[in-house]
Structure formats: C-alpha cells, structure tokens
C-alpha cells in the first residue's frame, strides 16, 4: 500500500521551531521529487519547498526562504521540513508529496499535518 505520513506539526511560539517529517511506505521515494505544501483556511494550497532526488537541487516559496530548510534520506525513505523562526503566518496544514521522476501519473499525498504559529 502506498502511503505518504506527515508527522512532526503542533504548537510553537513565534520563533520557535518544528521539524516536520514525511515517511514513505509502499514506494522508493529515491525515485520522487518531493514537495512540501500548505493550506492555511480560507486559502489555497501553495507550495512551500521542493527538493530533487538526490537533494542537489531545492527550491522554497519567498515567504519562507532563509527560514525553512527541506531535506531527504533516501535510506530511511523520508524527506523532513525544518521550520525556524515560525511566524504565525506559517499556521496551517502542511501537506508533503511526492512525484515520480519517470511517471508524472505517480503523484502521491500526505494526509497533512497541522501547524499552528501563536503566542
């Protein structure tokens, strides 16, 4: 069964930091670039941060460059967000996926993890 699963989202201070983690079963996630998404309510989903398959290339939205940093371990089948110096406008669910490399059909989602920035 393939699966994407967020963990790693709760509660911080502005400032303060979280490291969100996305476990793939099912697949080599090796094979998949991987994106970082969030939805925040009332807004539509937009990306955050991508990272190519051997992690030479990432790419990050302009509202949370210099702050966020995405990573991968391809042997532990996880990709990971390090979020510092949260703004409560970072509050939001935080979705990864993953696209393969060779088949742009094997497009696959997280169930998302919520994020909330607040004093």
């Known amino acids: 069964q393939v699966q994407l699963v967020e963990s790693g989202g709760g509660l911080a201070q502005p400032g303060g930091s979280l490291k969100l983690s996305c476990a793939a079963s099912g697949f080599t996630l090796s094979g998949y670039t991987v994106s970082w998404y969030r939805q925040a309510p009332g807004k539509e989903r937009e990306l955050v941060a991508t990272?190519?398959?051997?992690?030479?290339?990432?790419n990050y939205a302009d509202s949370v460059k210099g702050r966020f940093t995405i990573s991968r371990d391809n042997a532990r089948n996880t990709a990971y967000l390090q979020m510092n110096n949260l703004k409560p406008e970072d509050t939001a669910v935080y979705y990864c996926n993953a696209v393969s490399i060779y088949f742009s059909s094997q497009n696959y989602w997280g169930q998302g993890t919520q994020v909330t920035v607040s004093p």
């Open positions: 990272i190519t398959r051997a992690g030479g290339t990432r």
